[in-house]
């Protein structure tokens, strides 16, 4: 039995281990929004699927807006939408392009649109609108951070900008030592008061000079060897970081996962 918005599998005294005394009547409901609902010999559990961020049933509002931009008052003073109007420009090849996505119905349950690195989460009909980067300078960092994915890096963060103030890592100013690494011998070198990453950076200026920082900001493009200190995507708290594995050493050889983001 299917609705709409789910797909319901059920089983009717299931033989579990073909054993006739052990007999389970059961169902599985998957949702559109990634909610699950199982119910086994009667008794019924619902797992929400958990949003990627904090929502409050909020569209692409004000708080949405100064969540997500360092220049929110900038944003709001105009208004959001006409914002995105006036950064966009016409038939360009490279640039920035506005992406409408309108939802035509109130979801069933709050779900989560993802467009880039921008979340938003839906739970009226309406319009959402993002503004999107179109240049010749993010292709190659792109590229190379998606095949990164593909053979098994995982992404780095320097700061979980879904919260108002940002969530940062913790020490995101400090300047930069070997304890950011954990293939101190590769990506450092053996001396502990002398780094490959000149000593003036920090924490914030290193990480985005990683192939699997998720945003270009120019400048090089390292692979480091193993580890290194960063942000959890979903982190709650600064204290929520952690060692990435961003380097060669977690390439895999035969690929049995596909990775989107
Ligand atoms: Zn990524």
Redesign the pocket.
Known sequence: MSSPNSYRFVWTDAAINRDTNNLVSAALELFRNGNVSVTTNGVAAHLPRELPFEHHGYGQDDEWVAANFTNATEILAVGYPQWVDAQVGEGLTNGLFKLSVTVTDDPPETTSLTVGNLSVAVTNAGEYVFLLEKGPDSSDHVVA??I??ALGME?CYIANKRFNPPINIAGMGDPISSQMFDDKGHDWGLESSRGFYPVHETIATTLPQMV?Y?VDAGGSHDIPSGSVYSLRRNAKASNQTFSSKVGANFIKVDITEV?S?
């Open positions: 951070h998606e990164g994915h992404d699997m998720g990775y983001r």
